[in-house]
Nanobody, 129 residues
């Protein structure tokens, strides 16, 4: 088990910024690939961003490129999602996920929810217009 706890969500206005954090327990966090996903009401969970275990590889959903940045601090066992220029369509529950195998970083599965074995409970982000 890899307990993951997201934080940093909230209610903001369009154009504002938020930084989400995902804290993991365990000494092996640095070996996991990590992803952020989101789920809006009535919609399927969708991929937002991915970072490899070294931080050398990152992938983003096209609609967030240039606005969102994923990063990680392995010393703090935490992955971050910096979200700038937020839009109402970014409103969703945001989840972090961990891939122990690291295969997601080197294949086309980084955006596949099934490729991640561990999930947090989510944090709500609401962007008003």
């Amino acid at each position: 088990q890899v307990p993951l706890v997201e934080s940093g969500g909230g209610l903001v206005q369009a154009g504002d910024s938020l930084r989400l954090s995902c804290a993991a327990s365990g000494r092996t966090f640095s070996t996991y690939a990590m992803g952020w996903f989101r789920q809006a009401p009535g919609k399927e969970r969708e991929f937002v961003a991915h970072i490899s275990w070294t931080g050398a590889r990152t992938y983003y959903l096209d609609s967030v490129k240039g606005r969102f940045t994923i990063s990680r601090d392995n010393g703090k066992s935490t992955v971050y999602l910096q979200m700038n220029s937020l839009k109402p369509e970014d409103t969703a529950v945001y989840y972090c996920a961990a891939d122990e195998s690291k295969r997601t970083s080197y294949s086309s599965t980084y955006d596949d929810t099934a490729a991640y074995g561990y999930w947090g409970q989510g944090t709500q982000v609401t962007v008003s217009s």
